[in-house]
């Protein structure tokens, strides 16, 4: 395979940090990689107020745009599948493939909150914003057995990333997104599901790989592989071909 360019996005909570195992493991295999920070996340928290999935798709386009990046594979983990989904309709000529990472895959018309949550989860997390200002946090036990079920307590890859988690807002949650766009593209797509993932469970994903229309490719990890088996999903990734 020759070298590529990986631009990554980011799931609920996290921030561009969610990437910096796997990231220098694609860069010693040769390719370019530019981890995305959504706004209202990581280093860009105090942004908050501006999250929706339209802000969060277009942070994605710019930053392809300020890299120079010209055909990217663009991976999007968890919530940044719906995240990926948007940003191919805003820089469609950028992209070369994507790939939903234990991702959320929307259909039209559909929200993260009417989509992925059932109705017991979705006002738990209704309820939460609530009580949070209109953001998310869940308990570091909860994140631990959600995200991180395949790392063991005091693991300092689970101590990093729990430690770095910020409040999610509500607002991307809740919208309706159209996607008609998005679902008149050609561009090459791989779902990559995480056998043990408590978050995207098999059942789920195979349901997004289906309405991607493509087998999902699976992994033996929880939700968040980039943490837990970086090396193994370097070497995923490493396989998806060239568009």
């Not at 609920?12 to 959504?38: D, I």
């Not at 946090?137 to 057995?145: L, T, V």
């Not at 699976?218 to 060239?242: E, F, G, Q, W, Y």
């Amino acid at each position: 395979m020759r070298p590529r360019e990986f631009v990554l996005v980011h799931g609920m909570s996290h921030g561009a940090w969610a990437w910096e195992l796997l990231t220098p493991l694609l860069e010693r295999r040769g390719h370019r990689v530019v981890a995305v920070e959504l706004p209202g996340h990581g280093r860009r928290a105090h942004e908050r107020g501006r999250a929706s999935i339209d802000a969060y798709g277009e942070a994605v386009a710019d930053a392809m745009a300020r890299g120079g990046v010209t055909s990217a594979v663009l991976v999007g983990h968890s919530m940044g599948g719906v995240v990926i989904q948007r940003a191919a309709e805003l820089a469609t000529d950028r992209i070369g493939h994507l790939v939903f990472l234990a991702a959320v895959v929307l259909p039209r018309g559909g929200s993260l909150l009417g989509t992925h949550l059932p109705t017991a989860s979705r006002e738990l997390f209704r309820g939460l914003a609530a009580s949070g200002g209109g953001v998310v946090q869940y308990s570091a036990a909860m994140e631990h057995a959600r995200w991180y079920g395949d790392l063991a307590p005091g693991d300092p890859r689970l101590v990093a990333a729990l430690t770095r988690i910020t409040p999610q807002p509500l607002r991307p949650w809740s919208e309706r997104l159209d996607l008609s766009r998005f679902w008149a593209l050609d561009l090459p797509r791989t779902y990559i599901r995480c056998l043990r993932d408590a978050a995207v469970t098999a059942a789920l994903g195979a349901a997004n790989a289906r309405r991607l229309g493509v087998v999902p490719v699976d992994m033996d990890t929880a939700h968040c592989p980039m943490v837990s088996a970086p090396d193994a999903l370097a070497a995923r990734l490493d396989k998806i071909p060239n568009r």
